[in-house]
C-alpha cells in the first residue's frame, strides 16, 4: 500500500513539473497575484486573448451573406538597424565635444574591424545642453541659491544598419568598450514587402471561392447571382512592440513580518520575451513556427453578397403590342 502511495505521489510532483516546464513563468507570474509584477503589452486588436475560446456564430440580418477571411504571414527580417544613445558631459563646449567626437570616432573604426561597413554607421545629434547647479551668495545672513552653469551635456544615437542577427553580440561588445552600454532599439525590415501581400492576397482569394463553393453546391445558396461588395484591410506588428515583461518570483513568510528593525528587499529582475501576435483569430497563418523575432504581417478580406429572396416573385418584363395585346419576355 505504501508503495502505491509513494508512486500516485511521484506521478503528481513529476506533473506539475512537467506542466511548469511546459507553461513556462510567465504564467507562473500571472497566478501569483500581489507577489509578482506581470505587465502583458497589447498594441492591436489582432493580439486580444479572447476570454470565451468557444467560436461565436453572428448570422447578419437581411438578404446579405458576410464572408471573411483572416490571414497571418510571418517573416524574418532582411535588415536590422539597432540605435545606440551616446551620452557626453564637460566643463566647456569644447572639451565635451571632443571627448564625444574621439568615442565615436574609435567605436565606428572598430565596428568596421567586426564587419559592419562604413556606410553603414549614420551618427544622428540629438542634443546639446548646457547643465546648472545652485551656488550659495555669500553674503551675510543670506539664504539665496542661483543658478549657475556647470559644464555641457552632448547626446547623439549612433544608427548601425546590419543583415544577420549574429552581429548583435559583435557590435554589443566593440559598444562596451567604449562605455556604451544605451541600446535604444532594434528596427526590423523586410526588403519586399509588397510581395508578402501579393501572397497573402492570392491566398485569401482562393480561401473565399473555396467558401463561396461550398455555400453553393453542399449549401445549396444561390450566391452566383447576386452583386458582390469585397473590402480589405493590412496591419503590421514589428518585433520592438512585441515584447512583454513580468517578475518572476515568490514572497515566503515564516510567521508574519518582523518586529524589530527593517526589512531589506532583494533585488527581483524582470524578465522580458518577444510576445508574437496570437493566432487565434486567424484563418491561414503563413510560416507559423517563429524562432527569430518576426515581423507579422496581417490581412483581412471581406465579401458581401446579395442573397435572391426564394419568396419573392420574379419580376417580368412584358411588350405591349400596338393590338393592345402584353406579349411575356424573356430576358437572360
Not at 310 to 319: E, F, G, L, Y
Request: avoid cysteine.
Amino acid at each position: 500500500m505504501k508503495k502505491i502511495f509513494y508512486t500516485i505521489l511521484l506521478l503528481l510532483t513529476m506533473s506539475s513539473l512537467i506542466m511548469a516546464q511546459a507553461t513556462g513563468n510567465r504564467n507562473y507570474a500571472k497566478r501569483a497575484k500581489g507577489n509578482v509584477n506581470y505587465n502583458n503589452n497589447t498594441y492591436n486588436d489582432y493580439s486580444e486573448v479572447p476570454q470565451n475560446i468557444e467560436p461565436n456564430v453572428t448570422l447578419g440580418q437581411g438578404k446579405l451573406v458576410t464572408l471573411e477571411v483572416q490571414i497571418l504571414s510571418n517573416q524574418k527580417a532582411d535588415t536590422y538597424v539597432a540605435i545606440f544613445n551616446l551620452t557626453q558631459m564637460g566643463k566647456t563646449v569644447d572639451e565635451t565635444n571632443w571627448l564625444l567626437t574621439d568615442r565615436y570616432n574609435g567605436f565606428a573604426q572598430e565596428l568596421q574591424s567586426v564587419g559592419i561597413p562604413k556606410d553603414a554607421i549614420y551618427l544622428d545629434m540629438i542634443s546639446f545642453v548646457p547643465l546648472y547647479e545652485y551656488e550659495k551668495e555669500k553674503k551675510i545672513f543670506s539664504k539665496t541659491h542661483n543658478e549657475v552653469p556647470k559644464g555641457f551635456e552632448m547626446q547623439q544615437n549612433v544608427h548601425i544598419k546590419y543583415n544577420d542577427m549574429s552581429m548583435m553580440p559583435k557590435i554589443m561588445s566593440v559598444a562596451a568598450k567604449y562605455e556604451i552600454f544605451d541600446l535604444v532599439k532594434i528596427d526590423y525590415a523586410v526588403d519586399n514587402q509588397e510581395a508578402v501581400y501579393v501572397e497573402m492576397r492570392e491566398k485569401a482569394v482562393a480561401h473565399l471561392v473555396q467558401e463561396i463553393e461550398l455555400y453553393v453546391d453542399r449549401l445549396g445558396v444561390d450566391l452566383e447571382s447576386g452583386y458582390r461588395i469585397v473590402g480589405e484591410n493590412k496591419q503590421v506588428s514589428f518585433p520592438v512592440d512585441r515584447y512583454s515583461s513580468y517578475n518572476a518570483y515568490s514572497n515566503v513568510s515564516l510567521g508574519g513580518t518582523p518586529e524589530k528593525g527593517k526589512v531589506q528587499d532583494m533585488y527581483k529582475p524582470k524578465t522580458m520575451y518577444y510576445d508574437k501576435v496570437a493566432y487565434d483569430n486567424f484563418d491561414i497563418v503563413i510560416n507559423p513556427t517563429v524562432l527569430e523575432p518576426a515581423i507579422q504581417f496581417m490581412y483581412t478580406m471581406k465579401i458581401q453578397i446579395a442573397v435572391k429572396d426564394p419568396n419573392q416573385p420574379t419580376p417580368q418584363h412584358v411588350w405591349l403590342t400596338p393590338d393592345g395585346d402584353l406579349v411575356p419576355i424573356k430576358i437572360d
